[in-house]
């Protein structure tokens, strides 16, 4: 089985079938721009124009940058308010004509480190943070996912907390390495103090230049980069198609 994986992200929509045991892309990435806004129509057209430059795939993983249940996109913080309530995996499945699997982007991301990255061979609760347009989260207890955390919104003084240390506002404040740093750990400090996490493993596009913050956070929690980097989400979108086309193979096998 061979499995087109494709990240829909704030800037990007990228995509490139992978190999889901090794958890390597099989292909270099396509990339087009996120359209904006990013309603509904555009980017279930950019998700179509990723996968025309793909062959050979039997089904496909999809991210999504907001909480997805039972294939439908229930928020929508960083993309177009269409997506509140859109019947995503049905509308990709249409156009795609292959199974489609939808999935929070930093779940996925988290599922792709857990199992060949940052986080692999770790038990307890591991948590997965991108930084990037908004702040993701996923946990992981014992390597299985709790789906659909939004942590990334708790309040930190008064403040949504991506709208303090996401790397969208370290850019568009200006902000210097130490004062981002500053605020970054003043969020992860309040995760750790609910949570008490083993890990923190932090991805999204800063995660390449981890040298410059890592050392100025003041976290008690042990943190790592995310060492899938860029790939990380479309990795991790396949890897659940995957799981879920064994699944269904399953339900078929036991039906007949
Ligand atoms: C969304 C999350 C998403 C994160 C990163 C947040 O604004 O609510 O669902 O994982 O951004 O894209």
């Known amino acids: 089985m061979t ?17 889901t045991v090794r958890g390597e892309l099989l292909d270099e990435r396509f990339r087009v721009p996120t359209p904006q806004p990013a309603d509904v129509d555009s980017v279930v057209d950019a998700v179509a124009e990723v996968a025309a430059q793909f062959e050979g795939f039997d089904s496909v993983g999809v991210t999504f940058p907001g909480v997805v249940v039972d294939g439908v996109t229930r928020t929508a913080a960083n993309v177009h ?22 999935l929070n982007d930093a779940d996925a991301a988290g599922a792709a480190e857990v199992a060949f990255g940052a986080g692999r ?10 930084l990037g ?27 949504d907390a991506e709208l ?15 004062k981002w740093a500053h605020r970054v750990s ?14 923190f493993i932090i991805g999204g ?5 981890s040298e410059k913050y890592f050392p100025l956070l003041e976290v008690r929690t042990p943190i790592v980069a995310a060492t899938l980097l860029n790939n990380a989400g ?14 269904d193979t399953m339900t078929a096998g036991q039906a007949g």
């Open 186 to 199: 003043k969020y992860l400090r309040h995760v750790e103090m609910l949570l008490a996490p083993r890990l």
């Open 81 to 102: 308010k269409s997506w509140i309530d859109a019947p995503a995996a049905e509308l990709f499945r249409e156009r795609l004509g292959k199974p489609v699997t939808v």
């Open 3 to 19: 499995i087109l994986g494709i990240d829909i992200g704030g800037s990007g929509v990228k995509g490139a079938r992978v190999d």
């Open 133 to 159: 347009t908004g702040i993701g989260t996923a946990l992981f207890l014992d390597g299985v996912l709790l789906p659909n955390t939004e942590l990334g919104h708790l309040e930190i003084d008064g403040k």
């Open 164 to 178: 303090l240390a996401s790397d969208r506002i370290r850019e568009s404040e200006d902000l210097s390495w130490e």
């Open 205 to 209: 596009g800063v995660s390449k230049k």
């Open 121 to 130: 061979d770790q038990s307890g609760l591991i948590m997965m943070v991108t």
């Open 234 to 247: 479309i990795i991790g979108a396949a890897v659940s198609a995957s799981q879920a086309l064994t699944l």
